[in-house]
């Protein structure tokens, strides 16, 4: 049972788009949600993350879109650029103290010039 | 920014065989944990660990897996005898406190043969 669910698996825009990834999950008590960015041969680097409480979060130009009552939320990557291609991992985790991440499979984007 | 290190970036080793992982977290951080990546999917919690002691783990930490931080030395994951199914990527990540952000290394992709 696949607690984060992200969609598309894979996305293609043309520089200068906005790219779209989706995210929803099931767990009502999960209430914060960190977006991790991952080029091949590397680790995944947070790239920028939501707590419940909010509904938009801006960084750059990545922003998260959160919506509660639907479980669901998204990442808006603004003018995107080729060295935006990566795969992007939705995460969350509940307030228990004791944080582990539940992930999602990734959305692998490619930026094309 | 701070990294962690992962020692082997690869390792292919016969099934039955022992393996160590090791880790190297940052420097100040507090809280230690592994996951597990097969080809393709989501990365998955395996354990997390903090003063000296597992916190929690989870299905995926089989009896054959056994993780330590002797003395500030390397965070380490053990796998005795190893199985073809432990064949993966795994990802160490350390942080601060057990509520904050995760620093990710880049991953030992072990093959069991």
């Known amino acids: 049972q696949q607690q984060v669910r992200q969609s598309p698996q894979s996305l293609t825009v043309w520089e200068g788009e906005t790219a779209i990834l989706n995210c929803s999950y099931e767990n009502s008590a999960f209430d914060y949600f960190p977006w991790y960015q991952q080029f091949p041969g590397e680790g995944p680097a947070l790239l920028i993350a939501i707590r419940s409480v909010s509904d938009k979060k801006e960084d750059g130009g990545f922003t998260i879109f959160f919506n509660k009552r639907e479980k669901n939320l998204s990442l808006h990557i603004k003018d995107s650029q080729p060295g935006d291609s990566a795969t992007y991992f939705c995460?969350?985790?509940?307030?228990?103290?004791?944080?582990?991440?539940?992930f999602g499979a990734g959305t692998r984007l490619k930026v094309i010039a | 920014g701070p990294k962690v290190l992962q020692i082997p970036s690869h390792q292919i080793i016969d099934m039955g065989q022992m393996v160590t992982l090791n880790c190297d977290p940052v420097?100040?951080?507090?809280?230690f944990y592994w996951y597990k990546q097969i080809l393709g999917q989501q990365m998955e919690f395996l354990v997390n660990f903090y003063n000296g002691k597992v916190m929690e783990k989870s299905k995926l930490f089989k009896d054959q897996f056994s993780v330590e931080r002797p003395d500030g030395s390397y965070f380490t994951l053990k796998i005795q005898p190893t199985a073809l199914e432990d064949s993966a990527v795994y990802f160490c990540?350390?942080?601060?406190?057990?509520?904050?952000?995760?620093?990710f290394g880049s991953g030992t992709r072990l093959l069991v043969i």
């Open positions: 420097s100040n951080h507090l809280y």
């Open positions: 995460a969350a985790s509940e307030n228990t103290g004791n944080y582990k991440y539940v």
């Open positions: 990540a350390s942080s601060s406190q057990g509520d904050s952000d995760y620093t």
